[in-house]
């Protein structure tokens, strides 16, 4: 066959077939004639042609992959003058907002090296971040906001599984961590797309019971943690499939093992630990302590990586203030793992979290007919980042508390207490 996929690691190519069909079908679930923007590392090339492939299958109008180069990215910081660091691809990320804008799909495969500005300036990383998350905002606002349906799925690249597996041989892994990859994404099991169906009912179901308590509050108890969140007026819980401002049902994080709503940016008390560490631009931040009040981290701190936690809290008023709050069971399939990936996207299923930034709107009731303002009006936090990190454990009470001052169980050491 001609354009046959050649893997330059021991990757699975049925297994990666698979994920490509999940990614259209389950992640995407691409219309008939809808354009397709893509990004991806230069290395995940054998995932983007799949990807393709089965897009061009689907009835996909136009896919176009735009591909990072970890080389290229070290070039800039080694070489590039002072003055660059402020500036961003604005013109690529407006070309982004009008595909959008006109109806495209967005999908972004997650693959680089983690530590890839481990050894770099962090005052030049901070400003190259800032400007390009600046350039970004419009265009992952229609993300965020959900008007188009979207998708996250990884590929397991060389420097990536070296960090998650320092201390074996590249092949070996590079095939580790594309097993763990794929049995996250449930893409080992006999029928992908059924089994991401039962999947998605589950955290229906969790969200709904959720949203039928209507707490105003969640108190979370445990080593460390002490904390109130309170949750934005109208707030709703999601999981799993939903339903983007363009018609289409997607599952935008592959995997996912969360059921997430909007905190209330102006009511958060009292102080938490974090549970993982946190794998943020290069840096390792690990044993975060943080200090609300008034639903803003008065003080921050953390074993490694501090400096870098207080230049993400600098990026705007809203940094350090919550945009989410997701509730995940100790014992979902990535925790059981004991892999830490170094990946939010996979760390974040593995522990309850919370995150830093911008809020959801699609998180609140008939959120997709509410106003940036109207969204502020009911708690919901603005920022130009949104960093999630790790707060739960077996060791992790949860308690809803309603507007009567009322608590119920939510979570007990960790698991669902229903």
Known sequence: MTGETKLPHPVDLKALEKLAEVAVHVGLNLAEGQDLVMTAPIEAQPLTRLITRHAYKAGAGVVTTVFSDPQATLERFENAHDASFDKAADWLYEGMGLAYERGAARLAIAGDDPMLL?????????????????????????????????????????????????????????????????????????????????????????????????????????????????????????????????????????????????????????????????????????????????????HAAAAKGGDVLNKVLDTDEGASRLGEVALVPHSSPISASGILFYNTLFDENASCHIALGQCYSKCFIDGDKLSSDEIAAKGGNSSLIHIDWMIGSDKIDIDGIDANGNATPVMRGGEWAD
């Open 118 to 298: 481990a050894a770099q300036d962090p005052e030049k990383v901070s400003r190259a971040n800032r400007a390009n998350s600046t350039a970004y905002k419009p265009a992952l606002e229609k993300i965020a906001g959900f008007d188009i349906n979207w998708n996250i799925v990884s590929y397991p690249s060389l420097a990536w599984a070296k960090t998650v597996f320092p201390d074996d041989p590249d092949a070996m892994a590079v095939a580790k961590l594309a097993r763990a990859i794929f049995a996250a994404s449930r893409v080992n099991q006999p029928d992908p797309i059924a089994a991401w169906r039962e999947h998605n009912d589950q955290l229906h179901s969790r969200s709904a019971w959720l949203n039928g308590k209507r707490f105003s509050a969640l108190h979370y108890t445990g080593p460390g943690t002490d904390l109130t969140i309170g949750l934005a007026d109208d707030h709703e819980w999601s999981g799993g499939a939903s339903m983007a401002k363009n018609g289409i049902v997607c599952n935008p994080n592959i995997p996912t093992e969360e059921v997430f709503t909007t905190p209330h940016r102006l009511w958060v008390e009292g102080h938490v630990s974090s549970t993982k560490p946190l794998s943020h631009q290069g840096t390792l931040i690990d044993d975060i302590r943080v200090q609300f009040e008034n639903g803003r981290i008065v």
